[in-house]
């Protein structure tokens, strides 16, 4: 019963974001489609308006490659993993953009053996997805620290930067799909990674100071010990 509660929920959520997906996709096709109808009647070379175009081509392209994280049947995979490991992967696939841009990157383990329960795909998605804003937050030579430890029966993630800030108004609405102050934003990065927070039973908060930086902390319960034996056994 809660199961197929749940379930509905899930479809009212994709149902509404469908319908934004869809007003999201239309105006960019528009556009597009009015440069082209200009260039035509007017016999103007499409080379002016080719930025243009490819810009909006774009802007749909990365919404619907980010709407089908949201969407996309994939079974999600729950098992033991490391989160020390998923930092791992999310620095080794950040690196080269970070040294690209000249920021830095600090990473702090309290203890290695920090195992959650989760979809490994979905948790490296949730921090690349963060990890990502906060480089489009600095405009260069910034620096990015990333912390894992555990607290209790959590474990605590920690993902700050010394971007530019979020606006005290803004800070409730960072979460909800399409909000963006970027240009060519989609809006919905940080509500993929409200979802997958939620699917692993997770909390996140966002603290953040004009001009100084931003900071994403995330919790999530630790594998048991009956859970952790699944982690050696699967080794
Ligand atoms: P997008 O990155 O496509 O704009 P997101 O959902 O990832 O969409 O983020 C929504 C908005 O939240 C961003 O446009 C930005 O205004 C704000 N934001 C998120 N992370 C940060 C950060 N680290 N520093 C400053 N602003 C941020
Ligand atoms: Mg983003």
């Given at each position: ?34 440069f ?9 070379n499409?080379?002016?308006w ?20 949201f969407?996309?049947?994939?079974a ?9 490991e ?12 970070a ?19 989760m ?15 906060a ?11 990333l ?19 979020i ?6 609405k960072?979460?909800?799909p ?13 509500s ?42 699967a080794a």
């Amino acid at each position: 019963r809660e199961e197929h509660l749940l379930r509905s929920e899930k479809l009212r959520v994709v149902g509404e974001l469908a319908s934004g997906m869809a007003h999201e996709i239309r105006n960019p096709l528009t556009t597009v489609k009015g440069f082209l109808q200009i260039s035509k009647a007017n016999g103007y070379n499409i080379e002016n308006w080719y930025a243009l175009i490819m810009d909006e081509i774009n802007r749909m392209s990365d919404l619907t490659a980010e709407f089908l994280q949201f969407s996309k049947p994939h079974a999600t995979q729950f098992r033991v993993h490391s989160l020390h490991e998923c930092f791992q992967r999310v620095i080794s696939l950040t690196e080269s953009e970070a040294t690209r841009l000249g920021h830095e990157i600090l990473y702090e383990c309290t203890q290695e053996q920090i195992n959650v329960v989760m979809d490994q795909d979905k948790m490296v998605q949730l921090l690349l997805n963060i990890v990502k804003n906060a480089y489009e937050a600095m405009p260069e030579n910034g620096v990015i620290s990333l912390r894992l430890n555990r607290q209790n029966q959590y474990a605590v993630l920690e993902i700050a930067d010394t971007g530019k800030g979020i606006p005290a108004d803004q800070l409730e609405k960072i979460f909800h799909p399409f909000f963006t102050t970027k240009d060519s934003g989609t809006g919905l990065g940080l509500s993929i990674c409200h979802k997958i927070v939620q699917d692993h039973q997770g909390t996140i908060e966002v603290e953040s100071f004009i001009d100084q930086g931003t900071k994403f902390t995330i919790t999530f319960p630790l594998a048991s010990k009956d859970e952790e034996q699944d982690l050696i056994h699967a080794a």
